[in-house]
C-alpha cells in the first residue's frame, strides 16, 4: 500500500477493487462477499458495513446515508457484530438489523451468523433499521451476558405437556 498515492484518499490496493471511491464511508452497507467494498483493503467500506464502526455522515449537502440504512454485513473480525464467511442466508440485510430474526427457518440466529448480528440478545443488540427488541430476543449466544440457558422455563407454556418448537430448544416441554 502506497500511503501517498493520489486515489482519492483510499489505498492503492482498494482503489483496484473499486469502482465508485466516494461509495466508502457514506453510511451505506456496499457489500457481499467477494465484493471489493466490503473487503480488508478496503476497510470494510470504510466501516460503512460494521455497527460498531459505521458513522453516519454530516455532511450539509444531504450526501450518504443513515448507518444501517441497508443492514450490516461485518466481515472485520475486530468488531463485535463480525460475521463469518460461512454465514448462507437469503437477505444478509436482516443481519445486524436490530430485530431478531430467530423464526426465519433458523438460519439467521446461528454461531455462523453471529447470532444474527448481536441482533438476538439485549446485551448485543444494536439498533438499527429496527429498535432492538422489536421481536423479542431469543438469546442462543453463550458468550452474551443476557444469555439464558432456557429462556422458556419461567413461560406459561413451560410444562403444559406440548412441545413448542422455541420451548423445545431447553429439552422439549417436561
Not at 458468550?143 to 413451560?158: F, I, M, N
Request: charged share 15%.
Amino acid at each position: 500500500e502506497d500511503p501517498t498515492a493520489t486515489d482519492f484518499g483510499v489505498a492503492s490496493e482498494c482503489a483496484g477493487l473499486i469502482d465508485f471511491p466516494s461509495f466508502l464511508g457514506d453510511g451505506y452497507c456496499d457489500g457481499f462477499p467477494g465484493d471489493g467494498y466490503n473487503s480488508d483493503a478496503c476497510g470494510w467500506d470504510a466501516g460503512d458495513c460494521c455497527t460498531g464502526s459505521c458513522v453516519s455522515p454530516t455532511t450539509t449537502d444531504g450526501a450518504g446515508y443513515e448507518c444501517g440504512t441497508a443492514g450490516y454485513l461485518c466481515y472485520d473480525s475486530t468488531q463485535p457484530s463480525y460475521v463469518l464467511a460461512n454465514c448462507n442466508v437469503p437477505l444478509s440485510s436482516y443481519i445486524g438489523d436490530g430485530f431478531c430474526d430467530s423464526s426465519e427457518g433458523d438460519t439467521y440466529n446461528t454461531e455462523a451468523c453471529n447470532w444474527d448480528g448481536g441482533d438476538c440478545c439485549e446485551s448485543t443488540c444494536v439498533s438499527a433499521t429496527y429498535s432492538c427488541g422489536v421481536a423479542s430476543f431469543v438469546c442462543l449466544n453463550t458468550e452474551a451476558s443476557s444469555y439464558d440457558a432456557c429462556p422458556a422455563s419461567s413461560s406459561s407454556l413451560w410444562g403444559d405437556g406440548f412441545c413448542d418448537q422455541w420451548v423445545g430448544m431447553c429439552v422439549c416441554d417436561v
